[in-house]
């Protein structure tokens, strides 16, 4: 299996206000965030070693990409989806 490089993941039943982001390619990890804003109580598990600063910094700039992506296509979605509800 093909894995993405990024996943979206929540645990809404224990962790309600919380989003996390697991990082599927080396150096692995998880980040978890404040629902409102990716760098609010943000805390990284990491699976592999973890990257130096820099590289920590870079991976965590295109985690919050990611989510940007996410969040922005999930919006699109539901606005297809409540055009079809309209006709």
């Known amino acids: 299996m093909d894995l993405p490089k990024f996943l979206l993941a929540d645990n809404s039943q224990n962790n309600p206000d919380r989003l996390y982001i697991v990082h599927t390619q080396t150096p692995r990890f998880i980040v978890g965030f404040d629902i409102e ?4 109580n943000q805390e990284i598990e990491w699976i592999d070693s973890p990257a130096n600063e820099k590289d920590t910094k870079e991976l965590l700039s295109l985690a919050e990409e990611f989510l940007t ?6 919006e699109f979605l539901f606005d297809d989806d409540d055009e079809e509800f309209e006709d």
Do not use: A, K, Q, T
Not at 37 to 40: A, L, R, S, T, V
Not at 69 to 74: A, F, I, K, Q, R
């Open 37 to 40: 804003d990716f760098n609010i």
């Open 69 to 74: 992506d996410e969040l922005d296509n999930e």
